[in-house]
């Protein structure tokens, strides 16, 4: 069945093209290559390399050989060697492109502008979760409801304070995704090490103008301590997880017998025309689930060992597009649930 | 970064051609119609529909559209009752069509076909990394080696010690591989709430006619007895750990220091020219921790309640394609190293 | 709130005393002493060492000081090394005691012990939640039962049907586990690296008269080889992983609203003296959820480096005394819940 | 094996004592009286009940039966209500005891006053380690280390750069466990379902006086939005991964071969008197991969269902103790494999 963030009927289910877009191949080698040029201007404002702008341009507007890409990732376990050597077998001045450099600092770099792209939307989406809570609340939010424990009617309460039980999380989160976002968001910069050494008493200064140019943090050298990404991962699982409750509670409303909650647009059945399934709430419950396995793994990557695991981190790669993806659709999935509640309580 | 397996530069390195054909969205539609026109065919034999060889034969030469699949899989969860839909639509007798089964029927079905394909694939690659341990015993096999203990010298041993570790549990795994093949390529039909009873007294006989023709185990219905499933996510889990051990032994090994083999082929380094870096070696690790998180997952959805789960079934939907391909992939990867070794011990 | 097996009141909701009784400390220890013995005596067969037979009886007997063994465990990351010198210490040919095995002979080899004890009780445990089942089913088999899919009324069904969903898992599960138990139930006899060298020529005939003692498997060295013990993991986390799913069933059928199930003796509520809360389903939830977890640390164990990862078998430690009192206990949970089913349907 | 923080000589390598107190039954048995003697006081502060001095005095004192305890957690599934009868029956005014509280309220606050002890342990340890690198820095900060990347030597360093890379992360571990810290050090008080209806418009002033009495933060009602536990155990997967890493990195320098650094009081071998392993450094490895997966099982639970989910608050008795003390005796057990480094780089 593929990868379900990029596939061709299941993608929009367990995915948006926003949060594709933003992961995307294009969209990282965009990166890739603009980092590069960073570098390249940085170290020109630096004085350590001529022809920067020029350098720097060609980079922009290089067309890249993907299959070479590919075939050298194979061997390498990273493709920025053969893409460096792609830039540099276009450029006048060669020397004035990733020397001092590390794979590494590239693609590090890279996950943090496509953290920062993905950090903006998660942030925009809570704030259009919160609001579209306070909208069922200002509806809804007086409507009886029969309160349940441990899966069993307890007392009457109100709409008002399940929907409080669902959106009380969300302010916290904002808070946490706030707090990293410096951390998460920031330059790698440090050489074959992490020490730029080979940019001599310049390397600061360098690392400060590509920061300036990319508007990310300007850092110390992170690329063995992973803790803000962690962090970072089970924030998302923390969302989605908040959300898996919602969706949870929705479905368990849902019930015939129940009968707390009336949604519009829910999914048929092939052999029940009758039914009206709650699969965006479902959604939300797998989402949470998924999201809490791929934090895991993140926290596995944690032991990082010596000056650079190839083995940690690539295990990276393989969970934070996926982890991402779902923490984006959850937000969005669950504001669209909000929108096809027609009675509450 | 997207989905590491179907990624135009990491694809080749995390996952190969082969695991991602069976695995491919194209390829789960050809199951799709095949099960279909099977069904058809099958009640056909029963005598409960007619014109059935050919509304058959029209299932499977149907175009069909994916882009109204992928609206309708967003609103249902599952892009059945749009298939179906286009089906009937294109159809002259389309009572003749999906009549009795249920959208699970078709899916999980579809899934015994793909796990088929990769099992084949599994064993296949299990014997070939067998032979090319074998090999490697007959060149180095006596070569004297240090055996390490937490880390630490212990005292000589044979190459041919530290081969047998990493080869033992390979007949292990693929007798557990053998005994678990008839129970996930099975046959799921049960209609509505898996009791086949829109098809009558003639379910089993249909049940079994399909089976036939899919080439699948006539099973009881199994839509929420998803256990075989999570053992079989398990195996995989071993299977890619036993290799992730003699990834971690290997990537040991080949430090400056210890020395005790040589690599060629080692994934070069754009910052530092002189290195060999052991990526495949690293790889199997990420494999075997990645495969791990992912069978846990499938483990967690074996709490599929009542007669159709839609949380717990979509996760697996999220987890097995990365699973099946990490597994095969550190098959392949685990060969490949084997093959580029120059000297052992 | 400590460990939740051994705890003073919450051990018998989670654990219960047969299940403590095979991990707790004493029943090791007692394992330990036996493994010592068991290789004495072997020894004394091979002619390797003499007055074996009073030198196994003095070790069985043997009082040991645990203060000083957990001092030692602390510096040396396990027990045996103190364990030995304590037994040498009251020995009169200590030449006799532990002489060419290592201490993840003993240890491991202890580990089999345990398992061994702890299959039998799953077995029976297998065997009273079958019948169990099968007694409601001649009871209550024909009741109707609205179906239930993506937790929606589907279409009526009996209550035959749901527990066939309940039962069918099981024999799968206990044929998994005829199958691995020779494979997890295995003397482990390597010495310092794995090879039985320290015995010379002796070291097979060694091994096979203290599997013979011992009743376990006489197989070859598996020190690094962890397959059996993370299949055996996984296989927990099915057994508990398909119980949960029967609580899962049980806590919504157990809804007001839905009352498809009457239970006796639930749970009594400190603020709601009118509730009775279907505890006993919800642990069964609880404790798939937790050896899914516990199952993936195992798999986590199978990058076991070398000839002895200190690392990732410490880990195993830590994992499988909860992963096993989780399973057993869910399977008297399930078969505590069977008998308290006054209505079903 | 049981439990390993409070294994007789197991006990004292996986744990501490001062982990083992603060997560003690004892100690949470002294929680959960001081929390229903404070309860009683705040409400006689706000006039609801009579002769609150007298009855939280007798409540604090009481003499609990702790085998009934476990009687009837066996059949409630937690405490509280047994607890409470017992206090009831020794009360001249049971009336003032627990009125308008539920047991959740009491036990999630007893788990309040845990974390706030577990949080001054963190916290102290972090400085410990903070010290104890510093210190190491020091000594040996301009020794010369070879940098390894992806298991390689790549080009040398100094050791002020490796111990950087251990202790970055702490201040950042620091922070966010300090923004933490108000979250979970929060009283919960809802009664039945949440909404404080029992204490009339007396909740507020009685959460109020209560919290104040508890040393906690006043809060509103959290008992269905878990995202702050979630957080805090992402929080000790965190702390034990950076330490992973540390580990990981030391096991590694201490190869032969490497020889990168030398450690006293190394642990001993039953086979091999000349060995040295370095059994902290794994045990920090172990404890990383623990700790993450249990966090995993944290964020599983914030599928909290409706008012009060019985299977996800209990996987959290489950899983919390034991992260706890990982994280615990990780600090501890890296501070002390910091005094046993003789010599680095």
């Known amino acids: 069945m593929s990868d379900v963030f990029d596939h061709p009927w299941l993608g929009d289910l367990f995915g948006d093209a926003e949060g594709r877009a933003i992961w995307s191949p294009d969209r990282q080698l965009q990166h890739l290559l603009r980092i590069e040029a960073a570098l390249t201007r940085a170290m020109g404002a630096a004085g350590t390399v001529e022809t920067a702008e020029d350098t720097a341009a060609g980079i922009e507007t290089a067309g890249i050989d993907t299959d070479a890409l590919s075939a050298a990732t194979r061997r390498d376990g990273l493709p920025i060697p053969e893409l460096v050597r792609q830039l540099h077998a276009g450029a006048q001045t060669p020397e004035a492109i990733h020397t001092g450099a590390t794979s590494q600092d590239i693609l590090d770099t890279a996950l943090a502008l496509t953290l920062k792209e993905t950090n903006v939307l998660i942030e925009r989406r809570l704030d259009g979760l919160s609001t579209a809570l306070a909208a069922l609340g200002r509806t809804f939010g007086n409507e009886s409801l029969m309160a349940r424990t441990r899966m069993q009617a307890a007392v009457p309460t109100t709409v008002g304070q399940r929907l409080d039980s ?44 590509m920061a300036r140019r990319l508007e990310l943090t300007d850092a110390p050298c992170w690329h063995t301590s992973r803790d803000s990404l962690a962090a970072w991962a089970a924030l998302c699982a923390g969302i989605a997880g908040s959300l898996g409750k919602m969706g949870q509670d929705i479905a368990l409303m849902a019930q015939q017998g129940v009968d707390e909650i009336a949604l519009t647009g829910g999914g048929g059945s092939s052999a029940m025309p009758h039914k009206q399934n709650p699969v965006t709430a479902e959604l939300l419950v797998t989402l949470a689930r998924y999201a809490a396995g791929q934090s895991a793994l993140m926290h596995q990557a944690l032991v990082h060992e ?27 999935a669950a504001t669209d649930l909000c929108a096809r509640i027609e009675r509450i309580g």
């Open 306 to 332: 010596q000056e650079r695991s190839g083995a940690a981190w690539m295990l990276e790669w393989m969970v934070l597009p996926g982890l991402a993806q779902a923490t984006l659709r959850s937000l969005s």
């Open 166 to 209: 669902w959106s009380a999380p969300l302010p916290r989160h904002a808070a946490r995704l706030s707090a990293l976002r410096p951390q998460v968001e920031a330059l790698q910069l440090g050489g074959a090490v992490g020490d730029r050494a080979a940019f001599g008493d310049a390397g600061d200064r360098i690392a400060a103008e």
